[in-house]
C-alpha cells in the first residue's frame, strides 16, 4: 500500500486547486479538508473524491466557486444562509463558524443554509465546533437514496448527522448517514462479493440481506432502525429545509444531481456551561465506563464515537496517508 | 375489547390523582397526559403505567410530588433548570414551555433539565412545542437498558428522542427509543411467541434473531443501526448530562433505579422563520411524495411519523380509548 505524506497530500492538493481557478483562502481550505478526511481514514471523502471535486471546480456543474454564502433572515441565536450554490465546503465552515459565534452569545446558535453543495464529508463541521469548545450538531439533507419504510422506491435521503463533544484527547465524534451504509461502501462491497456485518437492505424478493450486490439490484438500502431510521431522514429534510428556506430531498429530487441542499449548524457553548473541568470529568468517566464493558472479541474494547477514526488519524500522521495509486496518480498528473 | 370515553378516563385520573395528594393543577396535568398518551395509542405509558405512577407518589420513592422545578444557571436561549426530584411530566412540561418562549425570543430556545423523573410517554412534549407552533426537539437519558455495540453487557440507555414538526391536519412526530425494541414490547412479544417483524436483538449464541423471549435471556437488545444507534444513545446522554449539569446513564445507574435523569428540550420559532403558508405548502409536499410512494403491501400506503397514531386518536374519540380491564379496574378501585 502507498503511503504520502499528509502536508504533501494537501500542499499537491492546493496546488492544483490554485491551478484550477479557486482563490488562495478557497483552495487551502478545500484542499485542507480534503487531506484530513483521508488523514483521518474517511477516503470516500478525501483523496477519492478529490478528482471529481476537481472536476466540478473546472467545469462548473452548478457549482459557483466564487460565491460568498450570505445572512439572508432569522434573529438572535437562529440565522438563516443562503450558500449561493458556492463551495459546499466553504459554505459548511463559514455556517458553522457562525454558528459557535452565536453560541458564545447566546449559549446556543443555530445556522440554517439553503443552496449550498455536497460538503463532503460531515464530521468536519463537528470538529470544527468541538475544536472551539463547542458541541457541534450538524446535518445536511440529500437527493432521494432510501426507499421510506413501506415502500420499495426511493424517496428519502441519507441525510448524515453529526453530534460533536469536545474532549482534550480526541474529541467525541458521532458522524453517521441514516442509511445503514452507504452508496459508497455498498459499491465496495458489491465489486468484492465481502457480504456486509449485518443486513443493509433488501433483496428483490424483499428478504433482508448482507448481500451488497442484491441491494443494489434491488435498490432497496436500509435505513438504521427500519421504520425509525425513515422517519429520522424524514424530519431531519424537514427541519433543514424549513430553517433555510431550502430545498427538501423531493425538490432536490426533482431537479436532478444533488445540487442546493441545506443544512442545519447547531453550536452549545458548553464549556461556558459546564466548565473545562466538569466536561472533562463527565466525559471520562462515560468513556471509562464503555472501555470496561467486556468485549465481545478478544483485544476489541468498545469504542466511543470518534475513537477509531483518532487511532487511524495518529497512525496515517506517523506513516503517511494511504492512497489508492490509481487517484494519487490522477491528483499527480493534474 | 373494553373501551372508555377518553373524558371519563381523565377525570378517573384526574379523581385518583387529587386523593393521593398532588395539587390540583398537577393533578390535572399528571392524568391529562396520561389520558391522552392512551389516546394516542401509547397504552404503555398511559392507563397501563398509571396505577404504578399512582404508588410511586402515594409511596414517595424518590419523587417529591411538590418539587417546582427552578432556573439555575445558563444565559440567552440556553437555560439549566433543575428539577428537584420533582414530578417528570411537571419537570418536562414546565421546560418545553420555557424552550418555546425562548425561541420566540431567540428563534431557537434550549432548556437543559437536571434530577428530573420519567416523563412518561417522550412525544408529549414534542406534541406540546408544535401546539405552540414550534419545532420541538426533544430527549431524555435512561439508566443502562443496552450493550453499546461491540459488548453483550448492558452499558448505555434507549434514550428517546423526539422531532415534532407543526402541521395544521396533524402534527409530524417522529418519537423513537435508540433501541430497535422498547422493554415493553420485548415483553409482550416474549409472552405471546409472536416473533419481531425484524431483529431486535441477539440470542445467548451472539446471532441477530427475531425472538423477542430469547432477547430477553440474552440481555441483549439491539440500538437502531448497530454501532450507529450506540453512538447515538452514547451522545444524546453526553449532551443532556452535560448541558443541565445532571446525571448520565452510567452515573443514574451507579444509584440504582432510573431516577434523576437528564433532558433536553429545543424549540425552533419556524413559523416566524418560514411563514405559516410556507411552512403548510413544504411539509404537504414532502407528505404527499411520501403517500405517492408504491406501498409493498396493497392497502397500506406509506405513512409520515405520527400518522398512524393520529388515525388511532381519531378512533379512539370516537368509539373510547381501548383499556386493559385489569388496569382500568385497578384505576376504578384506587
New interface residues.
Partial sequence: MQRVPFETMKSEFTRVLLASGLAEDRARLCARVHAENSRDGVYSHGLNSFPGFVARVREGGGIDIHATPRKV????????WDGESGLGILNATTCMERAVALAR??????V?LRNTNHWMRAGTYGLQAADAGR?G?CWTNTTRLM???????R?IGNNPLV?A?PREGGH?L?D?AIS?FSGGKTLIHSRSGQPFP??GGYDSQ?N?TCDAAAIRQSNRPLP???W??S??A??????A???S?GR????IALEGGERGVSQTF?A???I???GEE??RQ??E??IG??HT?????EG??????GERMLQRRRENLEKGVPVDSEFWEQVLAL
Avoid: N, W
Wanted: contains cysteine; proline residues 9%.
Fill in positions: 433572515g432569522g434573529f438572535g441565536a437562529l440565522e438563516q452569545e447566546h449559549g446556543i446558535g443555530c440554517a458541541i450538531i426507499p421510506p419504510h413501506g415502500s420499495a422506491e424517496r453530534f463533544i467525541i458521532l453517521m445503514q449485518v443486513p424483499g433482508l438504521i432502525g427500519y425509525k431510521g422517519g429520522l424524514m424530519a431531519l429534510d424537514l427541519v429545509a424549513l430553517a428556506g427538501t430531498t423531493y425538490q447547531i452549545i457553548d458548553i461556558r456551561i459546564a466538569g466536561l463527565v466525559v468517566e462515560t465506563d464503555l464493558a467486556p468485549p465481545l472479541r476489541e474494547p468498545v469504542a466511543y464515537p
